[in-house]
């Protein structure tokens, strides 16, 4: 038999979504203080059920208190059309209402407008007091005794939530630059961002890369990433968005702190009642990223000048040989254990590709028709791939391929894919694992054209080419 719920229990289902743990319920009330436009906010965390956040924002006007702890209230939107105009962190009005429902909370505030403040006591959203009082420009909520009414949630808090609060803390410290945060006794205090980045991981040597949409700081991976941070914010806002962790994890990024910063109107962010994750409507910022990343994302100390000839910004990778399956090289920072057969495939591949632009590979008449819808971008993919075609209105005719490639391939090219047949070959043609060259220059001379390849980094098929370890490690382990 269907009944209806009675509203006490609706409101601690719903509000457990919303204070899921005492980290969601500290994340909301900092969002609330930089929403309210504070400059200084101080966190006193006396344990993970008792915890205080203070601000210097515009505050709540007296009258307007009691609406706080009232569902679906705010001050961030009007109707449908605002949620996809948001610049605030808040907008759906159930956080206060949610805290409210499962601990003991009080609220005192002042609004910049007024010349008293108000407090505001509230249990299991039955408010208790209500009265002004003396009070500085700002806000203050105190939550005592969270989840006192829901025992088995408070008996699942990990003794490793304090830690969780602090961690989300200075994720948004990191967001928000500008900001002073004082938590307990430590202050970080307002600054840039680079000094932001220091001040909270440490981390101080990182690459930089920053355009319109988005701004990164990243670093390679490396074998000892004691300090590895993977954060991603859009529009301050920290977020989890599984395809830029994929795209990293390709580019072996190790540690980034990405900034996105996109229209309001190019983004859900009422994904999830946590506001962990988002929607982006239009895809091509991954393709920005991927783009601007990738040149970036290479072995350290090469660059390319004219002639196609190998220098270096500070030294070169010296060889010290091979074993027949991996090549050792070493500089003055790491250790490099390279794939000899891999450097090779990568090299035969590469080689390939820039014959088939060359249209240096004969090509063989087809036995069937293959037509496509015309599109300049196809036509210069075919082109790039040494096809012949003709057009005619619009559509492609496909005469003639190489004859390295297959039909299928033809069909991977249109995809804009990459035809396995070309790395099939350049995998066939390469030195398999155990060939020990007689000579030691023939492996240097390898080296030198696997260093002139574009992609230096993973084989044809994905694989990754090398790995490498810090020579400070191998001393350290020596005990030297």
Do not use: W
């Not at 680079?194 to 101080?204: A, D, F, P, V, Y």
């Not at 090219?413 to 070309?422: A, L």
């Not at 054209?449 to 574009?454: I, M």
């Amino acid at each position: 038999m269907i009944k209806k719920l009675p509203e006490n229990v609706i409101r601690i289902i719903s509000s457990g979504q919303i204070a899921s743990s005492p980290t969601a319920v500290l994340k909301e009330l900092i969002e609330n203080s930089l929403d309210a436009k504070a400059k200084k906010i101080k966190i006193v965390i006396k344990n993970a059920t008792n915890f205080s956040v203070s601000d210097d924002g515009t505050g709540i006007p007296f009258k307007e208190l009691p609406l706080t702890v009232e569902r679906f209230t705010t001050s961030k939107i009007e109707n449908l059309n605002d949620i996809s105009k948001l610049k605030t962190y808040g907008f759906r009005g159930e956080a206060l209402y949610a805290i409210a429902s499962m601990s003991k909370l009080t609220i005192k505030s002042r609004y910049e407008k007024e010349k008293i403040g108000g407090q505001l006591k509230v249990c299991e959203n039955t408010i208790i007091e209500y009265k002004p009082i003396p009070f500085s420009q700002g806000t203050k909520v105190l939550v005592e005794d969270l989840f006192f009414n829901t025992p088995v949630r408070r008996k699942s808090i990990s003794k490793r939530e304090k830690s969780n609060m602090l961690s989300s803390i200075k994720t948004l410290a990191l967001a928000n630059p500008d900001v002073t945060f004082q938590i307990n006794e430590k202050i970080l205090p307002a600054t840039s961002i680079h000094e932001r980045i220091k001040q909270i991981t440490g981390l101080s040597h990182m690459c930089e890369i920053k355009e319109d949409k988005f701004h990164i700081f990243f670093k390679k991976r490396e074998e000892d990433e004691r300090k590895k941070i993977n954060l991603i914010f859009v529009n301050r806002r920290p977020v989890e968005i599984p395809e830029i962790k994929r795209l990293m994890e390709e580019l072996n990024i190790g540690s980034y702190i990405l900034f996105l910063n996109l229209p309001p109107e190019e983004i859900d962010v009422n994904v999830t009642p946590l506001k962990d994750r988002v929607l982006i409507k239009n895809g091509e910022i991954l393709n920005k990223i991927k783009t601007k990343l990738k040149p970036e994302v290479t072995l350290p100390s090469v660059m390319f000048v004219k002639e196609e000839r190998a220098e270096y910004k500070t030294e070169k990778i010296k060889i010290l040989g091979t074993d027949g399956t991996i090549i050792i090289g070493y500089d003055s920072e790491y250790y490099y254990f390279f794939d000899q057969h891999l450097i090779h495939e990568r090299v035969n591949y590469e080689e390939l590709i820039k014959r088939l632009k060359a249209g240096k590979i004969p090509t063989l008449k087809l036995s069937q028709i293959l037509k496509f819808p015309y599109s300049k971008e196809l036509e210069n993919k075919l082109k790039s791939a040494g096809i012949e075609f003709f057009t005619e209105g619009k559509e492609i005719t496909v005469t003639a391929i190489p004859e390295i490639l297959t039909v299928n391939d033809i069909i991977e090219i249109v995809k804009g894919k990459t035809p396995e047949s070309i790395a099939s070959i350049a995998c066939k043609k390469a030195i398999k694992s155990g060939y020990f060259p007689v000579d030691t220059s023939q492996v240097e001379e390898l080296f030198e054209k696997y260093l002139q390849c574009e992609e230096r980094e993973v084989c044809p098929h994905g694989r990754p080419i090398y790995t490498k370890i810090k020579r400070k490690k191998i001393l350290k382990n020596l005990g030297r």
